[in-house]
């Protein structure tokens, strides 16, 4: 695999105008063979998949502690250990559905028309005679004038949701999107399906079923039963989860489209009627009924956490943190053999990640004095399962949020070789993108935003859970200016990946990797958390990022540590 030299100057900027020499040389450590030995032990078969909860987790919890202790990092809980706890309540679901319209009642097929099931922690969930109402996206957004609800009383119904948000046409130009309504291109957390799932809970539902459409969720059907039609997760909460109804689920298009067909309603149409301001929700005429079997589990996870303590008396009560989460999907004993087949390896989802956290930290390990603000890295458990690890420690944090100036979230590498640019997610809503664009400019590399912006992967990372306490972050790789390939080539290998390993047991080690992107990009990346733990100036949210509001509250002193 390749190895980079010492980062050097380009365009006239000197690296050492940024960067010490000191930095500079322990950026050197950054080696792209041991990441990928890292990778191919947290990705193999005796790993199990790494599933939350199972023998994986045993394995892969012990393998990152033992390699913390290996690079002489202290234990990250205050109460010396290496592990923060996380309450899970696992339920595996085996759901029914039927659908009754004009007195004739249909049952759909599970998993392939539909995908569902409970938060509860009940063995058994029925939902009877559940009237479906269409509510459009299922938004309500006061800043741009919309509600899909218009007040109704959604109790006890079950809602039909579409997924993303409303994709409104620009005015001056119908072919592009307005970018003064939800960002335009750019899907914000109301297209998210955890924030549909909430409202419906906040709204008194029943049960709630989005529409999968590939393009707009970024993803093919396949993932959305490789993803829910197993255990599923979330953080134990003895009064219950407020974050979905009691059946939450998906449904195909196709089955979708054939629904609406028998209620009398044009899907079509009503989608298109859904993107205007006026719609109101419709009631399809139809009903629902759920039987939801479940087998519920109490457990705990962990969040692996070490850290490398300031130097500077009057600063190490401050902190930079990088996250990486270690958890994928684990095992589906239900697929073919032979077992390997079985396996969800999870490769590049997300073993690159913890591998990149390793190299950081012994990059770190290699100054001659240690950053005069404290550095913890934090390996997050049940990101795949809504981002749980780092949702619990933001809402639980070992150290106050209010001295947490950054996260710098890895999830998922470039496996393809080197880029003459960065994409950052997220791209303008605060002040750490100009550490990155420094950084990268030595290495003689332009920024900007997202190469697809429309996927809401600032959303779908555990760097959201620290925004939405108010911590800014970092969400940054290769761009798609491949040196030496042609431009389609970026597309190309991300619409492959997608289509063929991402959430399936086919992401695994490639012989034919090179990660001459994955170490400038860490480089970059060691760097940049460098100069904020050394720095005087601290990250900051644009005015006009939805995060300021959280960071303004947590700098007056209202978020504080929780419970060690």
Do not use: C
């Not at 960067?19 to 030995?37: F, H, M, N, P, R």
């Not at 109402?133 to 006890?156: C, I, S």
């Not at 597309?491 to 080690?509: G, N, Q, R």
């Not at 959280?550 to 504080?560: E, I, L, P, Y």
């Amino acid at each position: 695999m390749i190895s980079l030299a010492v980062m050097t100057a380009f365009a006239g900027v000197s690296l050492h105008a940024f960067a010490t020499d000191a930095s500079v040389k322990a950026a050197t450590a950054i080696s792209g063979d041991e990441l990928l030995q890292h990778i191919k032990v947290l990705a193999s078969d005796d790993f199990e998949g790494r599933g939350p909860a199972s023998n994986g987790e045993v394995k892969t919890i012990a393998y990152i502690t033992e390699q913390f202790k290996k690079l002489g990092l202290a234990p990250g809980n205050p109460d010396g250990s290496y592990l923060q706890k996380v309450p899970l309540l696992g339920t595996t679901s085996a759901p029914a559905l039927s659908l009754t319209v004009g007195g004739k009642t249909q049952a759909l097929r599970y998993p392939d028309d539909f995908v569902a099931w409970s938060p509860l922690a009940q063995p058994e969930i029925s939902v009877k005679q559940s009237e479906l109402v269409f509510v459009g996206y299922g938004v309500t957004a006061p800043e741009y004038g919309w509600d899909d609800y218009k007040g109704m009383d959604l109790k006890g119904k079950t809602l039909v949701m579409l997924i993303n948000d409303p994709a409104i046409p620009d005015p001056k130009n119908p072919a592009q999107l307005d970018p003064k309504m939800f960002k335009g291109k750019e899907m914000t957390y109301y297209g998210r399906w955890t924030y549909k799932f909430e409202m419906a809970a906040k709204l008194g539902a029943a049960g709630a079923l989005i529409v999968h459409e590939t393009k707009p969720a970024s993803y093919p059907y396949e993932v959305v039963k490789n993803s829910w039609g197993r255990e599923n997760f979330s953080i134990y909460n003895p009064a219950g989860n407020p974050d979905f109804p009691a059946v939450p689920g998906w449904i195909t298009l196709d089955q979708a489209k054939t629904l609406f067909s028998s209620a009398g309603q044009d899907f079509d149409a009503l989608k298109k009627a859904s993107l205007s301001k006026d719609f109101k929700p419709v009631s399809l005429g139809v009903t629902a009924d759920f039987k939801v079997a479940n087998k519920v589990n109490r457990v705990e996870s962990n969040n692996v956490i070490a850290k490398i303590e300031g130097s500077d008396p009057a600063l190490k009560d401050e902190y930079v943190i990088y996250t990486a989460h270690w958890d994928h999907l684990g095992i589906n004993e239900a697929l073919p053999g032979p077992r390997t087949n079985q396996i969800y390896h999870g490769a590049l989802d997300n073993a690159s990640g913890v591998a990149s956290l390793l190299e950081l930290a012994k990059a770190y390990k290699a100054l001659p004095v240690a950053p005069k603000r404290t550095i913890l890295f934090i390996a997050t458990t049940s990101e795949e399962q809504g981002l749980l690890g780092a949702r619990y420690y933001a809402r639980n944090p070992l150290y106050p949020l209010s001295k947490t100036l950054l996260d710098i979230n890895i999830d998922g590498v470039n496996p393809w070789g080197r880029t003459r640019d960065v994409k950052i997610t997220g791209y303008g809503k605060s002040t750490a993108d100009d550490l990155v664009r420094k950084v990268a400019l030595t290495q003689g590399r332009s920024t900007g935003a997202e190469a697809r912006p429309e996927n809401g992967s600032f959303y779908r990372g555990d760097q959201f859970e620290f925004a939405k306490v108010g911590v800014p972050v970092i969400y940054a790789s290769s761009g798609t200016q491949f040196i030496g390939k042609s431009p389609q080539f970026a597309t190309e290998k991300s619409d492959d990946y997608t289509a063929h390993s991402y959430h399936k047991v086919t992401d695994i080690v490639n012989k034919n990797w090179d990660f001459g992107g994955v170490v400038e990009d860490m480089r970059m990346l060691f760097e940049a958390g460098y100069e904020v733990a050394q720095g005087q100036a601290k990250p900051e949210w644009k005015a006009d990022a939805e995060f300021k509001a959280a960071r303004d509250s947590s700098m007056q002193g209202t978020s504080k540590a929780g419970s060690h």
